[in-house]
């Protein structure tokens, strides 16, 4: 079993900037790509980046296009995701999955992904 565990949320103020780290573990890790979502209360789990872990081909929401960068160190098994120029609605638990090599739902749902992490919270405020 793959275990996804995100790190390095917090509350921080508006303008501000956060790394989100998830680290995968467990037996040997085949997906390909890795996606972070997240899910503000009273909302639906939305769709934030993507990366392949092959090739590094990124993928972005248009609200975190500009402001957000999904990375990968393949050597440590870690994605990451850097958030700048944080803005309240940014507010939200942010996770981390594991791309399921044989759904094919669009990359965009969370259908496309299996093994999720636990979440971090994220809190954009001033």
């Known amino acids: 079993q793959v275990q996804l565990v995100e790190s390095g949320g917090g509350l921080v103020q508006p303008g501000g900037s956060l790394r989100l780290s998830c680290a995968a573990s467990g037996r040997t890790f085949r997906s390909d790509a890795m996606g972070w979502f997240r899910q503000a209360p009273g909302k639906e789990r939305e769709f934030v980046a993507r990366?392949?872990?092959?090739?590094?081909?990124?993928y972005y929401t248009d609200s975190a296009k500009g402001r957000f960068t999904i990375s990968r160190d393949n050597a440590k098994n870690t994605v990451y995701l850097q958030m700048n120029s944080l803005k309240p609605e940014d507010t939200a638990i942010y996770y981390c999955a594991a791309d399921n090599l044989y759904s094919s739902s669009s990359i965009y749902s969370p259908e496309k992904y299996d093994n999720w992490g636990q979440g971090t919270q994220v809190t954009v405020s001033s």
């Open positions: 990366i392949t872990l092959s090739r590094g081909t990124t």
